[in-house]
């Protein structure tokens, strides 16, 4: 029998056995990596929304202006939005700059888009900020702030 063929009788069928062609076969290594693959996108949302996350934010902008976003739409630096990967899109987050010597600032975001690379989320950070957003935390040129991210309900 061909590996990729499933043979199974049924009552209904006492004439012989059905054959079910089934095109997708994968080792338990293969199911394992995609299950890995995945549960970040299908697990951090759900458990990440659950509660408020402290860690870093930068942003982005010009560079990335009318280039699509995950949500479909296009990006405008200039409007309240954020990329990130553990919150649904559409999640609507309150997010505070952690700075004690400065007054208490935050801002209320929209999750629109997928982000910050991977690489750079492994290194703490937890949202990349439109640059309209981040301009009212703190200038540009800082880069990268220590933020509490809290979603809304």
């Not at 394992?32 to 299908?42: E, N, T, V, Y």
């Amino acid at each position: 029998m061909p590996k990729n063929e499933i043979r199974m009788t049924t009552k209904s069928n006492p004439g012989g056995p059905k054959v079910f062609f089934c095109p997708l076969v994968f080792t338990l290594g293969e199911i394992l990596f995609i299950i890995l693959l995945a549960a970040p996108l299908l697990i951090a949302p759900k458990a990440a929304a659950a509660q408020a996350t402290q860690r870093l934010a930068s942003w982005y902008g010009e560079e990335h202006r009318g280039r699509l976003m995950a949500n479909g739409k296009r990006f405008n630096p200039d409007k309240l939005t954020a990329a990130s990967w553990f919150y649904p899109l559409g999640t609507k987050v309150r997010v505070t700059i952690n700075d004690a010597s400065q007054r208490p600032r935050s801002v209320l975001v929209k999750i629109t888009d997928r982000g910050p690379a991977k690489e750079l989320v492994r290194e703490g950070r937890v949202i990349d900020l439109a640059l309209g957003a981040f301009k009212q935390l703190a200038h540009p040129s800082i880069g990268l702030i220590e933020v509490t991210v809290q979603p809304l309900k």
